[in-house]
């Protein structure tokens, strides 16, 4: 039986903070409001539907929301749309380049404008999607894998034995890069999406400009090579960074977004959503005597759409308790004003760096004090044999990696940062070495094999209803 026609619609709304918004990723700036744009921060859905199927892809240039946030957002669009939320999936970039969108506690000045922006984000984000929506387009669809070479590893072992944040030449990388691309049935391209591992960290604490980091010249340079539009997905990243960051040269972040987006549009380029086959018709003579083809459409095997949406439970482990954290740091922040208004830059960055990590311990005994699990999203969306899984928290790259080389999909893609929520999910063998990624999660060593399981499982029951149509 023949699958029905699948269609898709892009949209897209310029989500840019105005000057003056505070900027927020980095524990280290000794600035709070970003003075302007290096380049427009965007918000871009991708809307898929089949029969009474539909599915809404909407990626932000943001470094992430809290779960309060992320569900007014998916609410706003729920609501805008008529997609029903298990149907949506709202991914971040993680730019840490962007606006403070997540830690509104450490905010001195400038408050107002945060929650501001916040307030505007929903509606703005459910009208890329509403526009999807809204011109819908029969779609051929093809994925392609290659690699791409901006990333390493980033946890290093400083010569004191501690486990740090930097490049890491001497451990693998996961340069996986994923492509889909989707044409219209004249064969023009209409949209493609580019998933790859990598924080976005380029752009460093010294920087005082909004931007997107690398998906955003990745995403231009992928328009003007193929054509359509371009939709970013970030990876299981959670132990993964550029090859060159942390610096204010911004002339870093366009140069790897740009090979990256090369590295993508060679992909694209070389897939056929309208396969071709050619037959022989006579020979022409010449010097060497040349065959000559006719070429011919094969049939077209429109793939099936359907998604799964559920809660994994996943452990946590033994959390501090909330009261002592939460009077230590109201009294750590009040000197970090005091040393801002004095002027005293180094002691402040100091203190500031103590009580950005007090806040994520408080964040966590607060969520998940007295809970042995805690529901975690996890998300599945399949074109064919082309598989978007997803989930909230920065899954490590061997989380991604089992899962793709165990999947029933011929093409899986694996995703963090998606319907809200902040965590690492490292890999057991990271508990061993500690490090910022280990002392952040609230989770237990466990995890990661719960969160492989579900996904594998959940990956063969949806795989097994695509294929018996």
């Known amino acids: 039986m023949q699958n029905s026609v699948l269609l898709a619609g892009v949209g897209r709304c310029d989500i840019t903070p105005a000057p003056g918004t505070p900027q927020g990723g980095w524990g280290a700036q000794t600035h709070e409001r970003g003075v302007g744009a290096d380049m427009p921060m965007i918000v871009t859905a991708l809307a898929l539907q089949q029969d009474d199927t539909r599915v809404l892809i909407i990626d932000a240039d943001a470094i992430g929301f809290d779960t309060d946030w992320t569900t007014k957002i998916v609410t706003a669009v729920e609501q805008l749309t008529g997609v029903p939320a298990n149907a949506i999936r709202f991914s971040c970039s993680h730019t840490h380049a962007g606006p403070n969108t997540f830690r509104l506690k450490n905010i001195g000045d400038g408050l107002d404008m945060a929650i501001s922006y916040l307030e505007g984000l929903p509606l703005r984000i459910a009208g890329a999607a509403w526009q999807a929506l809204q011109q819908m387009v029969p779609v051929r669809v093809a994925a392609g894998k290659g690699q791409a070479f901006i990333n390493r590893n980033r946890r290093v072992v400083a010569p004191d034995g501690g486990t740090v944040v930097g490049v890491n030449e001497d451990v693998p ?233 165990q999947a029933p999909s011929s093409f899986t893609f694996v995703s963090g940062y998606s319907n809200g929520g902040f965590g690492y999910i490292p890999d057991r063998e990271a508990y061993v070495t500690g490090g910022y990624e280990v002392a952040a999660t609230p989770f237990s060593e466990d995890a990661a094999d719960v969160v492989v399981a579900t996904t594998l499982k959940v990956m063969n029951e949806l795989l097994d209803e695509v294929r018996h149509v």
Not at 180 to 190: H, Q, S
Not at 238 to 252: A, E, K, M, N, Q
Not at 354 to 367: C, S
Not at 392 to 402: A, Y
């Open 173 to 405: 990388a996961d340069h996986s890069l994923g492509v889909i691309r989707f044409d219209c049935e004249d064969g023009a391209a209409f949209a493609s999406v580019v998933h790859y591992a990598c924080h976005p960290t380029t752009c460093g604490w010294q920087n005082v400009r909004f931007s997107p980091d690398y998906p955003g010249p990745m995403r231009q340079t992928v328009e003007r090579e193929i054509g359509g539009v371009c939709v970013f997905l970030q990876g299981a990243a959670g132990d993964l960074g550029p090859r060159r960051g942390f610096t204010g040269d911004l002339s870093i972040y366009h140069q790897l977004g740009h090979e990256l987006g090369l590295a993508a549009a060679a992909v694209a380029g070389a897939l056929a959503t309208q396969p071709q086959t050619a037959r022989f018709e006579s020979v022409m003579p010449s010097g060497a005597n040349i065959a000559q083809y006719s070429y011919e459409s094969l049939p077209q095997v429109q793939p099936k759409l359907a998604f799964r949406s559920l809660a994994m439970q996943l452990p946590i482990r033994r959390q501090e308790a909330a009261e002592k954290i939460a009077a230590d740091l109201d009294t750590l922040w009040a000197q970090v004003q005091e040393l801002r208004i004095a002027g005293k830059t180094e002691e402040m960055r100091r203190l500031q760096a103590r009580a950005t990590q007090m806040g994520w311990r408080l964040g966590n005994a607060n969520l998940y004090s007295e809970k042995t699990h805690t529901p975690w999203q996890l998300q599945v969306i399949c074109i064919g044999e082309i598989a978007l899984v997803s989930m909230p928290g920065e899954p490590f790259s061997s989380i991604g990696t089992r899962i793709r080389e």
